[in-house]
């Protein structure tokens, strides 16, 4: 690592703009198909609708891996509880 890198993480660490994606930027990591800059495969869907005084949400989480035969694959399914005003 060169000394121009240790000062660019040390100042993002003083003012609080370490990250994963500050860390890549820094490194000079370039982004290719096989680099991503999450921390895994999974994204966390939620839908709402509020009806008059009623709200419903549906939340899912679903696995992307485009390399593979079956590329989004619905992991896990939550209902969130039901809220009300009154």
């Known amino acids: ?3 121009s890198q240790l000062e660019g993480f040390e100042q993002l660490e003083r003012t609080g703009e370490l990250n994963p994606l ?5 490194a000079g990591i370039e982004a290719d198909e096989f680099t991503v800059f999450t921390p895994g495969p999974a994204l966390r869907l939620t839908v709402g609708v ?14 992307v891996r485009p390399y ?3 590329a989004v694959v619905v992991w896990q399914r939550e209902i969130e509880p039901r ?4």
Do not use: C, L, P
């Open 50 to 63: 509020d009806v008059n005084r009623a709200t419903a949400q549906r939340t899912t989480t679903m696995v």
């Open 22 to 26: 500050s860390i890549w930027k820094v």
């Open 1 to 3: 690592m060169s000394e």
């Open 83 to 86: 809220q009300n005003d009154g």
């Open 68 to 70: 593979v035969d079956e």
